[in-house]
């Protein structure tokens, strides 16, 4: 306890939620409360309705929203089986070639994602990798994006992982293969959870690269979000980032019970 | 006790595990995955800084760069990317770290609901924050209705939003979580009994958080900031959802110049040099943050 005055801590907690409130809780809240409003001209919405959701719930939203989810499912696994197979292997290199991994795939988190689209799409809008137009170059810079994220928590909880489990099932004459997918897997699931959920947050909400590269008929979420209040629509624009918002929610929430599932193991 | 437990772990590494002469040796398995890179990342990125030295007229010359680097537009996005991130990182510094010393320090009931608030935050999209603030501050949004209303006046005071102060707001709104995070995990390693002796000694709030908590915080304050930095040298939604005219970013520049232009040479070379940038200063946070020890 730092502050011991009664009227010290209230003072405390008084400029907390003077600054945490208006910052952080006022935004979330303004766009729910948009997403259900017809006008705002003046201090609070009017015009309570449910019409944005029906419009952010069929034809050309839904289909984002499907897209959206899509891709970041896609994503999410093979960045996850990617991220986690360096991961496994670089921890078994000497500790030149880990920290050559490390520094490898720890790459597209720092370079910035509208230069990752560019790449991506300078690269696959030539032969011999002719991607540009297809839903693929969106998936392919996504998984590069958020492989990063997957490597990275992949080996954290790796080198938390105890050696001594591994070297028993070894020594008791089990194959390096044995060991992986009856050991080490199953000790690694919780943070591969952890990671798919954190790949699929970041997928879901990629606006950068996305912007860069999306076909027509392949335009997720956020790009919808995008188009609608760049022509006005901020209304519509807000239901259909709740929609966002609340989708990507959902899913973590059904990651993260997959996870207490899985630590009682 | 300890040493009859310690024997087998030092010890396991000299019995040869059976069957490993017959598997792929170690560093192959690590082939695959670099391969992919190779082709679909690193390969990308080569073309990149190709097409950066590739002019129009044909040829491998440095006239791009010198003529992105002479052009107004570059240096002024050049500017404005650099004072914008070194001002929200400071913001987010400021902030998170009044933030996080109230959460640790001042505990109150919630306050692990905050946390887990933080959490949730951090797993949405950086626009969203921009599009709110349009309803808050706004023209006609909530910020000028109310003193319109309590005023009279035909217009609020408050636009700024399509100014770089709009996307600074929203920048350190959307970062300063980035920032508390690694302190409040600092904080919850800090002896709280050490509080308790500087105060019993006397020691105000004030001096116990300059000579106690923030020689303790400052390596997390460090890895943060260094984070929040890049993070901000490079973000592009924000920016983008002000759908100002007046605020050019870098990477809003690589946008502009590739989807909007299509001069792919020019956004190469602002590409080029937004990497040099960004690397390198994320190579500067890995180093700090494993000094850190986070």
Not at chain 1, 182 to 197: D, F, I, M
Not at chain 2, 4 to 32: M, N, Q, S, Y
Not at chain 2, 137 to 153: H, I, Q
Request: proline content about 7%.
């Amino acid at each position: 306890m730092l502050v011991h005055s009664r009227k010290g801590r209230w003072a405390a907690w008084a400029v907390f939620f003077v600054l945490f409130l208006p910052l952080f809780a006022l935004p979330l809240l303004v766009i729910v409360a948009a997403s259900f409003s017809t006008s705002w001209s003046g201090a609070f919405p009017s015009g309570p309705t449910g019409g944005h959701y029906a419009a952010a719930t069929r034809g050309e939203s839904l289909e984002a929203l499907t897209t959206s989810l899509v891709t970041a499912v896609t994503a999410s696994l093979l960045a996850l089986t990617v991220g986690s197979w360096a991961a496994l292997a670089a921890a078994n290199l000497k500790k030149r070639g880990k920290a050559v991994l490390d520094a490898l795939f720890v790459l597209p988190v720092a370079v910035p994602s509208v230069v990752v689209g560019l790449a991506v799409l300078v690269a696959f809008s030539q032969p011999p990798f002719l991607l540009n137009g297809t839903r693929w170059i969106v998936i392919l810079a996504h998984t590069l994006l958020v492989t990063a994220f997957a490597y990275q928590s992949v080996s954290a909880a790796l080198t938390r992982l105890d050696p001594a489990f591994e070297q028993a099932a070894a020594s008791l004459g089990a194959r390096p293969g044995h060991v992986l997918r009856r050991v080490k897997l199953p000790l690694l699931l919780p943070s591969l959870n952890a990671a798919a959920g954190l790949c699929f947050a970041l997928s879901m909400g990629e606006l950068s690269a996305t912007m860069m590269l999306y076909p027509p008929d392949w335009m997720p979420l956020p790009v919808q979000i995008y188009t609608a209040t760049d022509r006005g629509a901020l209304f519509t624009g807000s239901a259909v980032a709740v929609v966002l918002m609340g989708s990507t929610l959902l899913v973590l929430l059904a990651v993260s019970r997959i996870r207490t599932r899985a630590s009682y193991r | 006790m300890a040493s009859t437990v310690l024997k087998p772990r030092e010890k396991a590494p000299d019995i040869p595990p059976p069957g490993r002469a017959r598997t792929v040796p170690g560093p192959l398995w690590a082939l695959p995955p670099v391969a992919l890179l190779a082709v679909f990342f690193l390969y990308p990125l080569a073309l990149v800084v190709e097409q950066s030295l590739a002019p129009d007229e044909g040829g491998t010359s440095l006239e791009p760069y010198a003529e992105v680097f002479a052009s107004e537009a570059f240096r002024e996005a050049l500017g404005t990317t650099v004072w914008l991130a070194v001002g929200s990182t400071a913001g987010c510094l400021v902030l998170g770290f009044v933030l996080a010393l109230v959460i640790a320090f001042v505990p109150f009931p919630g306050g692990r609901a905050v946390a887990k608030f933080i959490d949730v935050f951090l797993s949405f999209p950086s626009f969203l924050i921009t599009l709110a603030l349009l309803f808050i501050y706004g023209t006609v949004g909530m910020a000028n209705g109310l003193w319109t209303d309590a005023t009279g006046a035909a217009t609020g005071p408050f636009q700024f939003l399509s100014t770089p102060w709009g996307v600074l707001l929203a920048e350190v709104t959307y970062f300063t979580p980035f920032v508390m995070r690694p302190l409040l995990a600092a904080f919850s390693q800090l002896d709280t009994a050490q509080l308790e002796v500087a105060s019993s000694l006397g020691a105000r709030p004030a001096r116990i958080v300059r000579r106690v908590i923030l020689p303790e915080a400052l390596p997390a304050l460090a890895s943060g900031g260094s984070l929040v930095l890049v993070l901000c040298l490079n973000e592009f939604g924000i920016v983008l959802f002000t759908g100002a005219k007046g605020v050019t970013t870098l990477p809003m520049l690589v946008y502009g110049k590739a989807i909007l232009e299509s001069d792919y040479p020019a956004a190469c070379v602002v590409a080029v040099v937004n990497i040099a940038i960004s690397v390198g200063l994320y190579g500067l946070y890995r180093v700090v943050s494993r000094r850190a020890g986070a």
